[in-house]
């Protein structure tokens, strides 16, 4: 039992660190790199370029190409290179890869037999076609995901989020987002408060019912905890006088580095989309 407990906690544990690191490394934001001295909205227009290209492109070249350059730009913003790996070989790219796996067998794309697998008296055959295909899309996907968390990483919160409003996304929408970052963390605090106090006034040994109560009362105090943080912060935003949107004490600045930047990668999204087209 106590083996088990452990496990549980050492799980826990380690899932709470890893969401709290991925979610809040604003540290890298601070950073004086080079995509962090970057005017946000020039950065979020060239990334979106990126993850265009990316997906216009059916070049396994090609995507490895940005993905190349993903890491390059990693490395000048000052962002540890195995850091930001872990941040974005998780999660997506292993599903994408789960994904991915049925396009590797004839049944789903016929074409040249490259080698055959027996699974319990079944004959699978994975086609050359398929494993193009099931490559090209785990690329582009691990590609375009390491763009948007370079992004994330080398932009603070709120200056992403007043990029967004700029450009025009919806007030609603920025908001939401805005709240869900910051009690995120909050609602990891609780949860690890709340294993933690359980432990220690139960101890390691618990009784399924015994679990089952304190469960069910836990989710009830947690609505109604939540129920009551939510009018206290609606009700001091208010008074804050808090209209919806993001403010700072920075306006953005362009600076002559910031166009040249956007030109460069302007000119390399065309001729990566030339050359994708090209090569079809």
């Known amino acids: ?29 601070t950073k004086e790199g080079f995509l962090q001295s970057l005017d946000p909205r020039i950065k979020v227009i060239t990334f979106v370029l990126f ?5 216009f492109t ?16 990693a490395y000048f913003s000052k962002i540890s290179i195995g850091f930001f790996l872990k941040r974005t070989w998780i999660f997506i790219p292993l599903f994408s890869l789960f ?5 590797l067998f004839s049944v789903f794309t016929p074409g040249e037999a490259l080698f055959t697998i027996h699974v319990i008296g079944v004959q699978l055959i994975i086609t050359r ?6 490559a090209l899309f785990v690329t582009r996907v691990i590609a ?3 763009f948007a968390v370079l992004l994330s990483l080398t932009t603070r919160h709120f200056a992403l989020l007043k990029v967004l409003r700029i450009f025009g ?3 609603i929408f920025v908001m939401t987002l805005g709240m869900c970052y910051r009690y995120v963390y909050l609602f990891l605090e609780v949860i690890e ?7 220690s006034r139960v101890g390691p040994r618990l009784r399924c019912k015994q679990g089952q109560q304190i469960v069910a009362w836990n989710i009830a105090a947690l609505w109604h905890r939540s129920y009551h943080l939510n009018e206290a912060v609606y009700k001091a935003m208010l008074s804050r006088g808090y209209t919806g949107e993001p403010a700072l004490l920075d306006d953005f600045k362009t600076k002559i580095r910031d166009w040249i930047w956007l030109i460069l990668t302007a000119i390399s999204f065309v001729t990566l989309v030339y050359l994708s087209a090209k090569l079809r």
């Not at 059916?58 to 730009?73: E, F, G, H, T």
């Not at 408060?193 to 432990?199: D, E, F, G, R, S």
């Open 169 to 171: 996304i919806p007030q």
């Open 1 to 29: 039992m106590s083996r088990r407990n452990n496990f549980i906690q050492r799980s826990l544990t380690g899932t709470l660190s890893f969401f709290k690191e991925s979610v809040f490394a604003d540290e890298y934001a």
């Open 129 to 134: 076609p398929g494993l193009w295909v099931a």
């Open 51 to 55: 993850i265009l290209a990316i997906l």
């Open 193 to 199: 408060n709340t294993y933690l106090a359980i432990k």
């Open 144 to 146: 375009s995901v390491s």
């Open 58 to 73: 059916q070049s396994m070249a090609i995507s490895l190409y940005l993905y190349a350059v993903c890491l390059i730009l």
């Open 99 to 103: 994904i991915a796996i049925p396009a």
